[in-house]
Structures are given as C-alpha cells and as structure tokens.
C-alpha cells in the first residue's frame, strides 16, 4: 500500500470517528423536550383520573343491582367524572405528558384519600338490596371526601386558571353529591363512614 493510498485510509477513519464522536455528543448535549405543562397541573390531572375512574368503576358495580334512586345518584356521578376524566386526558396530551402518575406528582407516594381498598370492592361486590346501597353511599362520600380535598389543594397551587377552575367545580360537586348522599345514608338509619386521613 502506497503512503498516498495509506493516508487516505487513515483520514477516511478518522472522518468516520468523528461524525460518531458528533453524533454521540449531539444526543448527550441535546435538551430532552419537556413537557407543556406545569408539574402541579400535570400531578393533578393525572391523579384525577386515577381518582375519578374508580368512582366510575364503583358505580358500574352497581347497574342492574342497586336500587332506582341509588342507581341514578351512581349514573350521574359516573358521568360527570367520565367527562372531566376526558378534560384532564386532552391537557395531558396538550401538554405531551403521561396519562398516568408516574411516581413523582404524589409526592411521598402515598395512596390518594379516599380511594377504596380492594377488600371494600370486593364488600361492594358481593352486597345486595338495602345493603349495596347504603355501602355505596358510605364508600362514595369518604371517595368523594378525598377528592375534594384533591381538588381544594389544585384550586390554590395549579398554575393554569383552567385547572384552578375545573378543580373548583369538582370540589363544589363532590360537597354537594356528600350532602345529598349523606342525607340519604340518613333516611336508611345509617351515617358515612370516617373521612379519609
């Protein structure tokens, strides 16, 4: 090989090492896009749709078992927060952030208030007649305890006004699904349950 043939080769690699060396560094020195949104909207809205789908969940256990005043109070709340559910999905995509927590928007990583244990869906499952519907009652109300004070903590820390509102309408209705579920907790002789911690 000619030192003219052997020079070209050496350059050739080199040039090669390069664009590889700058391609490298060019992933490493690139800024990772960030989500839209602000941390606080975005630990909102995700933990809201965690909270909201297991009161939507709690009320399909119900269809077809409950009775007709139960029944309806149950269809209303698992429309209301299917739509506000759809809201907190279209920011989170506004915004290209999970639909889900992702470990950091609950802080200390303990368990949203009033979200039901497994062993209580498990009660909800399994009762009938006056009793489904008065455990319904008891589990919705401290369900609905937890989630307005979700919501009072979003509507004085969220960043966005659209955020602040929403949080203040899903603590108004919560407050005011508690009164009337617990009036009718009343008329069955029965009280809510402790609220959640």
Known sequence: MSATVRRRVVLAVAAVVLVGIGALGGVLLTPRSEPGGHPVDIGFSQDMIVHHQQAV????????????????????????QRKEIGLFQGWLSLWNAPQVPTGHSHGDGAPMPGMVSI???????????????????????????????????????????????????????????????????ASLGSVPLPAPQ
């Open 57 to 80: 969940d709690m009320a399909e256990l119900l269809r077809g078992r409950a009775s007709p005043q139960i029944s309806s109070i149950a269809a209303g709340i698992a429309a209301n």
């Open 119 to 185: 062993p209580d869906l498990h009660r909800l499952e399994d009762a009938s007649g006056t009793d489904l519907d008065i455990l319904f009652l008891q589990l919705m109300v401290r369900h609905h305890q937890g989630g307005a004070r979700m919501a009072d903590a979003a509507a004085r820390t969220a960043h966005q006004q659209q955020v602040r509102d929403l949080a203040k309408v899903i603590s108004a209705d919560q407050q005011r699904e508690i009164a009337t579920m617990t009036g009718i907790l």
